[in-house]
């Protein structure tokens, strides 16, 4: 089955102490993309990647990093976490994110639901 | 910078009836749009498309309409149903540059 897998689902963690969500797709897709989730302001992309070992920074990167070592994974890595990164994470994954691109080829997680205190 | 938005928060509508979602962009040169669909405590799901070469569009008991000239888009959804309620998102695409989502109305049917 065609699928976007994060973990953790739901997490609490304090301030500061470096968590990592992890995602991974088995549609050997070449885009991957990082979104949160926050009431009233919709999705915005914290970073993306075209392929392996190329990562581009989104609407919202700061205070996130991620890296693309193999295709499959897309880590988010929150190196110190602070109250403001609390919200609903979504990983998603397509083909390409380039030509031919289209809407129904996008794959999102279930989402990941992180509470910094 | 340019950005897509909505012009309602909220939509409730009786069921059985049309709903009509609507979206507003600002990037003219935006050559593709998507509406999704999302349901408590899931991701987004595709609904339907549609390229900037085109003003209407139609899926199953959807329809989509581009207004290139007052950059509008709208979802149009026939004899709404309770599995219909979900928040509703319209995302905009130039070229190779990311999606850009909207802030998302919630629609609420009312049985």
């Known amino acids: 089955e065609a699928q976007v897998t994060q973990n953790p689902r739901y997490l609490i963690t304090v301030t500061g102490k470096k968590l990592t969500v992890t995602c991974s797709q088995n549609?050997?897709?070449?885009?991957m993309s990082w979104y949160r989730q926050d009431p009233g302001l919709g999705l915005r992309q914290i970073y993306y990647s075209m392929n392996v070992e190329v990562t581009d920074k989104g609407d919202v990167p700061e205070g996130y990093k991620v890296s693309r070592k193999e295709k499959r994974n897309f880590p988010l890595i929150l190196e110190s976490p602070s109250p403001n990164q609390t919200s609903l994470y979504f990983c998603a994954s397509s083909l390409t994110g380039t030509g031919g691109f289209s809407g129904n080829t996008i794959y999102f997680g279930e989402g990941s639901w992180l509470t910094v205190v | 910078g340019e950005s897509v938005g909505l012009h309602l928060p909220t939509l409730s509508v009786q069921e059985g009836d049309n709903s009509i979602i609507n979206c507003a962009y600002s990037n003219s040169a935006s050559d593709y749009f998507i509406w999704y669909k999302q349901e408590s405590g899931k991701g987004p799901q595709f609904i339907i498309d549609?390229?900037?070469?085109?003003d209407k569009r139609q899926g199953q008991r959807v329809t989509v309409l581009l207004n290139k000239t007052v950059k509008h888009l709208s979802l149009q959804i026939a004899a709404t149903q309770p599995g219909d309620s979900a928040v509703y998102f319209c995302a905009e695409k130039f070229l190779n540059t990311p999606l850009v989502f909207g802030k998302g109305t919630r629609l609420s049917v009312i049985a």
């Open positions: 549609m050997n897709h070449e885009y």
């Open positions: 549609i390229r900037s070469n085109m």
